[in-house]
């Protein structure tokens, strides 16, 4: 009873110093891994002496892997298959080529430069492939870029952690089993990756289908279900074959994610908090399993390994996987430099650790040691400049609420998705939500002129709002609460009556009358055809405004300028106001140029001008 005691006494002492941290993280901005790794480290046996994980025994290894599905879960519930369309074919190779290059490549690194042995610089680089988004959704949500951005790294993280882990079990039966013919290593890997997709497919389903049907499973019960559904998952797909487990957990929860299922936002909430209760918990522990001659070990060599992972593997990786996407070179460049190791490449480096301890084999603390190294300096370095590499590459979006879903709403929300910008559509027609959603476009169904699903929608982040449905009360409403409610300034709205359009500048809203547009539009193709087809820039053209921003260009005069072909400086807005520009005109710091041509051009002469 004492011993027991003791260990219920130092999981608590863990779970405070779990939330202890978490408070940290939230008030510094900084990773909470880094405040748990460093709770980890002075409560353990090198500095405090307070926390021994050996003292759990076998209930180490069950903690570990009941954390590991909570966090995969959770990730997987999270990750919306809508948002995939853009850079679904960079995620498959991602998951796949990119996790075969990153084990390959890590583990060549690993084997020359920490001189460890081939066995266990293998077992490094499968542990190592995978990025895990306990760290990535918090960095993305700290860091708000682009959603294909955002979706892409957050996909990765959640699919390639079941990978890595089925891979990393291959290697460890290598290991065990060094006499086994490729054959059967790919077998085992192969009808491991089967039962796991089928496993959670089929769970996932019966999971939605239940909390859909099931009168019982009230808002109530439902987290319990979905919880308890997670641990059946892995259990079954253990049962049939070892090792395929978190696979199926990660399968399963997309599935339910992805499925029309009442409570789902609420089971989220409650899943994100049950993660991270395990996070605290999975990283204190590892940093206390950790000996500090290991760690001193491998040096310089740790240090290498990491920056080559980060400043070689990792860029190699996405270009390569990337090739032929939608991703600009600045995204691609973003996401080069976002990969930090989380919760699983630390739960299986403790997992195989032990293991390998109870069968005799060495090298484990090597990998304990260098696993530690790569965590702590991958969201060190990559947590501290997520930021400023997101506002030096130009990938954080604009916030653009778009109330109307119908044809206007969704062919903007379209074009300005295509632009990178994070745009969220809002309809009272279900049909309208579903429509947007099929192109990829975040919709939600509500009343847009209620405060609370403005709310919901993420008005208090938005930097636009368009108004766009058919009813000019309603767009007028629109406008209404969210300048009263919310204080946003920047209002644009349709307008489908003309007459109605003083009432809306008169309260400071940018309003345009389709009507009078296509009346003065025909008027141009009778009149002035041949400005006209200069200013159809709806197919194949654009027009953009930008603030100058480069000091080389300062001062020069725009004839002095090279602007790309089929590209027109239309206008310019310096301090005395807009004025058109003409060739002796000069270029302030701070002026507002707008740019007029071919899609192509347009995009390259911002280039000159920021």
Not at 168 to 189: G, K, T
Not at 548 to 575: A, H, Q, R, T, Y
Request: glycine share 10%.
């Amino acid at each position: 009873m004492e011993q027991a005691t003791q260990l219920l006494l130092t999981l608590i002492l863990v779970l405070a110093a779990g939330v202890v941290a978490q408070v940290l993280s939230e008030k510094s901005r900084i990773p909470s891994i880094v405040f748990l790794l460093t709770a980890g480290i002075i409560m353990g046996p090198e500095v405090a002496g307070i926390l021994y994980p050996n003292q759990f025994g076998v209930g180490l290894e069950v903690i570990v892997t009941l954390s590991v599905i909570i966090v995969v879960f959770e990730g997987g519930i999270n990750l919306d298959l809508h948002y995939l369309k853009v850079v679904s074919k960079s995620i498959m190779k991602l998951i796949t080529l990119g996790v075969f290059i990153t084990f390959i490549f890590s583990a060549i690194a690993a084997y020359f430069l920490v001189a460890i042995s081939l066995q266990m610089a293998l077992l490094f680089g499968a542990i190592i492939a995978a990025t895990g988004p306990t760290v990535i959704s918090p960095l993305m949500k700290q860091v708000k870029v682009r959603r294909r951005v955002s979706t892409l790294l957050e996909a990765e993280g959640v699919l390639n952690d079941p990978i890595s882990v089925i891979l990393a079990s291959v290697v460890f039966m290598a290991i065990i089993s060094p006499n086994a013919p490729l054959e059967q290593v790919l077998f085992w890997f192969s009808s491991r990756a089967g039962v796991g997709i089928l496993t959670g497919i089929i769970c996932g389903a019966i999971t939605a289908f239940t909390l859909k049907r099931a009168t019982l499973v009230n808002k109530r019960y439902a987290h319990i279900f979905t919880i308890t559904m997670a641990l059946v998952t892995f259990a079954v797909a253990e049962l049939m074959i070892s090792e395929s487990g978190i696979l199926a957990v990660a399968i399963a929860a997309i599935t339910i994610g992805n499925s029309e299922i009442p409570h789902k936002e609420s089971i989220r909430e409650f899943k994100g908090d049950l993660a991270l209760i395990v996070l605290s918990v999975i990283f204190i522990l590892l940093a206390a399993m950790l000996r500090f001659d290991g760690v001193f070990s491998i040096g310089l060599g740790g240090v290498l390994t990491a920056l080559s992972l980060m400043l070689i593997i990792r860029p190699v990786v996405v270009f390569i996987s990337t090739q032929g996407s939608t991703l600009t070179q600045n995204e691609k460049i973003f996401v080069s430099g976002i990969g930090p190791r989380g919760v699983v490449p630390a739960s299986m480096a403790m997992y195989f650790a032990i293991k390998l301890g109870k069968l005799g084999v060495s090298g484990s603390e090597a990998i304990m040691g260098l696993v530690f190294i790569i965590i702590v300096l991958t969201i060190l370095i990559q947590g501290t400049y997520a930021r400023y590499l997101a506002k030096k590459l130009e990938v954080i979006p604009m916030g653009i609420l778009i109330v109307g879903a119908g044809g206007v709403g969704r062919l903007l929300a379209e074009r300005l998705e295509k632009k990178g910008e994070d745009v969220t559509l809002i309809d009272t027609k279900e049909s309208n939500c579903k429509r947007a959603m099929q192109l990829g476009i975040k919709a939600i169904v509500g009343d847009g002129g209620n405060a609370d699903m403005l709310k919901k929608a993420g008005i208090e982040r938005a930097k636009f709002l368009v108004a766009a449905t058919d009813k000019d009360d309603t767009n007028l409403l629109v406008c209404q609460v969210s300048k009263s409610k919310f204080g946003l300034e920047n209002l644009v709205a349709r307008v489908n009556n003309p007459e109605n359009l003083q009432a809306f500048e008169d309260l400071g809203i940018k309003a345009m009358s389709p009507v009078l547009s296509t009346a003065v539009i025909l008027e141009d193709m009778i009149e002035r055809p041949e400005i006209f087809s200069l200013m159809e820039i709806g197919r194949g053209g654009d027009i953009i405004e930008v603030v100058v921003s480069n000091p080389k260009i300062v001062g020069k005069k725009i004839s002095e300028l090279k602007l790309p072909k089929d590209s027109l400086m239309v206008l310019i807005k310096g301090k005395e106001g807009y004025f058109v520009p003409h060739g002796d005109a000069i270029v302030q710091m701070g002026d507002s140029v707008t740019i007029l041509g071919g899609e192509k051009a347009v995009r390259e002469a911002i280039k000159l001008f920021d």
